[in-house]
């Protein structure tokens, strides 16, 4: 039987380490937004272009 994380849909690993980096920062809110993102893109398997955006998103949210 397969892996069914190995045959997820375009974007699905993006929704997921999003979702993901909203509960690890609500547990933990001092901890490091870039740490954060890193864990992330290791977990999920995310493209450089995919960790671009999260670190992207990371700063908008600080920013507002």
């Not at 999003?18 to 001092?30: K, Q």
């Amino acid at each position: 039987m397969a892996d069914t994380d190995s045959v997820m849909p375009e974007g699905e690993r993006i929704r997921r380490a999003v979702t993901w980096m909203a509960d690890a920062l609500r547990e933990n809110p001092e901890r490091d937004r870039k740490d954060v993102v890193r864990e992330a893109a290791i977990r999920f398997d995310l493209t450089p272009k995919e960790c671009r955006f999260l670190e992207s998103e990371v700063r908008s949210m600080v920013d507002s």
